[in-house]
């Protein structure tokens, strides 16, 4: 059975970094798309960043752009996102999510079959 699962969450002052984790298990994810999605109370679950199924491809939302990086370690089957100069409209919930090779970079979550549980990330102003 597929599993994603998330850590790295906390509280952070607006500016500070994070840096949260992705462990995927249950098969190789070396051709699956790979990313990150975030969901705020009372928003809908928005893309945050992912990889394409080569790896070689990332595509990010324009509201993290500059500011977050995607990583994605295939040997190991894990993937991170390193998240710096964070504000508190960053402040949800973010969620790992893959899916089987496609010709673009999804950016909708309906698009991903598989999802971790979520892990809390709390910007303070």
């Known amino acids: 059975q597929v599993q994603l699962v998330e850590s790295g969450g906390g509280l952070v002052q607006a500016g500070g970094s994070l840096r949260l984790s992705c462990a995927a298990s249950?098969?190789?994810?070396?051709?699956?798309?790979m990313g990150w999605f975030r969901q705020a109370p009372g928003k809908e679950r928005e893309f945050v960043a992912a990889f394409s199924w080569s790896g070689r491809n990332t595509y990010y939302a324009d509201s993290v752009e500059g500011r977050f990086t995607i990583s994605r370690d295939n040997a190991n089957n894990t993937m991170s996102l390193q998240m710096n100069s964070l504000k508190p409209e960053d402040t949800a919930v973010y969620y790992c999510?893959?899916?089987?090779?496609?010709?673009?970079?999804?950016?909708?979550?309906?698009?991903?079959?598989?999802w971790g549980q979520g892990t809390q990330v709390t910007v303070s102003s």
């Open positions: 249950g098969r190789t994810f070396t051709n699956y798309v």
């Open positions: 999510a893959a899916r089987v090779r496609a010709a673009a970079i999804p950016t909708m979550p309906d698009s991903y079959r598989y």
